[in-house]
């Protein structure tokens, strides 16, 4: 087959669709000997890595970079829908569109990735911009779109509750997590960590319910021996954080080796987000072994299974109450620490690009 993919996203470090969008390109590049890939790359200032570049040409697929701003390629195809992809590429039998835009085709199937729909679910969590741009979009995805992969059954039933879409175009594929290796030690101090500490791992936005935590820690006798953690890149929005303990702890973002030897030393890692499509440091965190307690809502519940422990994310004495057991009973901890390492596994590229691979030829 000759397949095309939208890897824009790749440019977003520090973002779980940055992530995905980068393992998958890597990993295609890695397994598939099969198909012809065309990969598409859409910036104005920011450019793909050079090493990635010279790997997509060296086996041989193609790279079309349309150097334009992303306000204006989500006018030109999500409001307008002009200008076909294969004006761009050529003729494909598949074109995989990204998180942001959905441009119009003439005769390539259009399979479309989504990771979430937390844009409509929970619109007070996100950014009018988002939703707007996410409204125009999706518009297309349900008049346009052959095929759609959701990264958990939890997102599927979304797709299918939202749109207008018909639940048999619509297929989990759980995404890859790429094995994480430790290059080199880090002296936490850098960071301010001197103690044992508890760790959480995400964009800093309304959804990801940071104050809760916060409010969670303070509340638990842990706060004085212990240091909160929290790993992320500020996003959109306001949250009214009066941060006054020495405590806890804001990174910004965290290059991956030193966030590796985060995962590894810390002694719990939290996840209190209100929606996650699949949430990608959970899986990381498991492959290093760190007991985690999550959210009991969205994709969390099927990505952890019986590899973690829940709590309610909106009851901050639920939330305290379950980082305090987990970190006060060692037992628990070095059970949840051994099945997360098991369940990890689950979450491979290989299995993921067979599947997507499967699915693309039997509805050619």
């Known amino acids: 087959m000759n397949l095309g993919i939208d890897i824009s996203q790749l440019a977003y470090k520090g973002t779980g669709v940055g992530r995905f969008t980068t393992e998958l390109t890597e990993n295609i ?12 790359f859409s910036s104005f200032r920011l450019e793909i890595p050079e090493s990635l570049k010279k790997n997509i ?3 041989g697929h193609q790279l079309v970079k349309l150097s334009i701003p992303p306000t204006i390629l989500s006018l030109l195809w999500n409001r307008f829908h002009k200008l076909n992809i294969e004006r761009l590429t050529g003729n494909l039998d598949w074109f995989i569109t990204s998180d942001w835009t959905e441009p119009p085709t003439k005769k390539v199937k259009k399979a479309t990735i989504i990771h979430d729909l937390v844009f409509l679910r929970y619109p007070e969590t996100v950014s009018k911009s988002i939703i707007k741009t996410q409204t125009k979009r999706m ?16 997102t599927k039933q979304d797709v299918t509750k939202f749109l207008k879409i018909k639940s048999d175009i619509v297929k989990t594929i759980y995404p890859g997590v790429n094995p994480l290796k430790i290059t080199s030690d880090v ?26 935590l916060i409010d969670a820690f303070l509340l638990t006798r842990l706060n004085k021996e212990y240091q909160l953690v929290i790993v992320g890149m500020k996003g959109w929005g306001k949250m009214n954080i009066n941060n006054k303990s020495n405590n806890i702890i804001f990174t910004d973002y965290v290059p991956d080796n030193d966030l590796y030897n985060l995962y590894k030393k810390s002694s ?25 307690v999550i959210s009991n809502t969205s994709s969390l519940k099927e990505i952890g299974g019986d590899a973690v422990i829940r709590f309610d994310p ?10 305090e057991m987990v970190i006060r009973d060692k037992k628990i901890a070095m059970l ?8 990890s596994k689950m979450f491979q590229w290989k299995r993921y690009l067979d599947e997507l691979i499967k699915e693309l030829k039997k509805r050619t």
């Open 29 to 40: 590049l890695k397994y598939d000997t099969q198909n012809s890939w065309t990969f598409f």
């Open 57 to 59: 040409l060296s086996k």
């Open 139 to 154: 518009r297309w995805v349900e008049k346009e779109s052959d095929f759609i992969i959701t990264d958990s059954n939890s």
């Open 187 to 212: 002296d936490l101090s850098k960071y301010k960590i001197t103690k044992k500490f508890i760790l959480t791992v995400g964009k800093l936005e309304p959804r990801k319910n940071i104050k809760r």
């Open 268 to 292: 719990l890692f939290v996840f209190p987000s209100l929606w996650e499509g699949f949430g990608i440091p959970l899986v990381e965190a498991m492959q290093f072994g760190c007991p985690s």
């Open 314 to 323: 909106y009851d901050v004495k639920d939330m305290a109450k379950k980082i």
């Open 336 to 343: 949840l620490s051994k099945k997360g390492k098991i369940r």
